[in-house]
DNA sequence: GTATCTGTTATATTATATGTATAACAGATA
DNA sequence: TATCTGTTATACATATAATATAACAGATAC
């Protein structure tokens, strides 16, 4: 499991290491009850500070993507991420929604954006 | 053109003014050329500081959306919105990354995706 | 010519978000 | 006892978001 930031983008440290985190598991790279390094341990690895990967596993844990334990550490759930359900499909859609209306704005027809999607949900598949 | 503001919302006014602008463009409600509110008539109507409209106009145009004349007034811009690049592409791609990795998490099917993607796509074009 | 409408610019203030820096606490373990 | 967990608290610096006033300069209507 590699993670890398880019200190010089808009996206906030602990928003680079949830998605990463998150890709990591979508990829399969990260299995269920598979060890994370302690908030200390990260944060000494990427040169940040404690809190900032705290805030990054407590959103994470919030989402039901990992489990802390208090003294055990951190964990993949070891139960699996809980599956979609109506309130996560709102909210995937009022995100998606000004995506496309922008993509339509710059004539990006239907067909390319399913493509675009199928492409990702291909580099996700390939490397499990 | 109706603009509605949720002020509980965590996405700033400025951003819900843009995509409710860009969604107005996609579904052709906005034509181009068409005026839109001065900053501060559509300041006063949505009970807004003046500054926060400028901001999102100015994103606007710079984005391509619209044209901003110094006396004349704002307008959506008169040759349509500039057209999806290499640098959108990407842009988009990136977007769509961490949205696609969370759904693929969550055990949401390519197809059921695509289905969500071609639903609100469907959005756009029925109110045309 | 004055008043009024544009967008624009400048300052200042408040509140919130982000990230860092230290320090301490409590439970588990070697 | 020392060291490792996550957790909590406080403080600080910076950036963003939003508001509040004020002023400027060009265009237009009376």
Do not use: W
Request: hydrophobic content about 40%; aromatic content about 8%; overall charge negative.
């Amino acid at each position: 499991m590699f993670l890398t930031l880019d200190l010089e983008s808009e996206d906030p440290i602990y928003t680079q290491l949830k998605q990463q985190i998150i890709a990591g598991i979508a990829k399969k790279e990260l299995t269920p009850g598979e060890a994370l390094p302690s908030v200390r341990a990260l944060a000494s690895d990427l040169g940040i500070n404690l809190h900032t990967v705290n805030k990054a596993y407590q959103q994470l844990k919030q989402e039901g993507f990992i489990l802390i334990h208090r003294q055990k550490g951190v964990v993949v759930h070891p139960e699996g991420v809980a599956k979609a359900d109506e309130a996560y499909f709102q909210l995937l859609e009022k995100t998606l929604h000004p995506i496309i209306a922008e993509s339509i704005c710059r004539d990006v027809s239907e067909e390319t954006f399913i493509k675009l999607c199928k492409d990702i949900y291909q580099t996700y598949k390939s490397e499990a």
